[in-house]
């Protein structure tokens, strides 16, 4: 039987991986998009690490791995809402199966989505607001006018596919992981205590 203190080493050493992992499947495998952005494959990485770890080190894991990569390629003013979207589109899932790919895990690619679309629209609104706070109408006026949240709706598509994409990816991932027995080779003890 392993100690906390293991478990707990174990459980840090692989949200490191799983962080690393995101940076990586972010900042290094990606399509450019028109808007500035790109899409990636760290959002699967991210599904993935929140079916095999508790959901701080998860959230924690997934904030750091996108946040990285932001840094990385020089999107410094979206270090934090990265950070903040991430660790959230790593909540509705859920490590408590012995397999990575349930039906609960499956649907919950969908809420994720909804996460990641809606994170990124606000954040846009924010930042669009800010870059007229300049301007006679202050940060508040370009942030309740209408304009401003119109304007921010150029990210969705984009960020639709994104979502879209991630979630393809996570499945069959998760799919082919399990045919492989991943989950309780790595965490043999977390689907017998869940």
């Given at each position: ?53 508790p ?27 990265t ?52 301007t ?26 994104q ?32």
């Amino acid at each position: 039987m392993k100690t906390h203190t293991e478990k707990t080493l174990k459980l840090l050493v692989l949200s490191a991986m799983f962080a690393a992992m995101t940076t990586v499947l972010t900042f290094f495998i990606k399509i450019p998009t028109a808007g500035g952005g790109y899409i990636h494959l760290g959002d699967a990485v991210i599904y993935l690490a929140a079916c095999f770890l508790p959901t701080p080190y998860a959230m924690l894991s997934a904030g750091v791995g996108g946040a990285l990569s932001d840094l990385f390629g020089g999107y410094f003013v979206y270090l934090f809402p990265t950070f903040l979207i991430k660790a959230l589109i790593a909540l509705p899932f859920s490590r408590k199966a012995e397999k990575i790919l349930t039906s609960r895990n499956a649907c919950m690619v969908l809420p994720a989505g909804v996460i990641t679309v809606a994170g990124y629209y606000l954040t846009k609104v924010f930042l669009l607001a800010f870059d007229q706070a300049t301007t006679s109408q202050g940060f508040w006026g370009a942030f309740t006018n209408p304009v401003t949240w119109g304007a921010a709706l150029e990210n969705i598509p984009e960020n639709t596919i994104q979502a879209v994409g991630s979630a393809v990816v996570f499945l069959v991932a998760a799919f082919a992981l399990d045919k492989a027995n991943l989950k309780q080779k790595l965490l043999p003890y977390t689907a017998a205590k869940a």
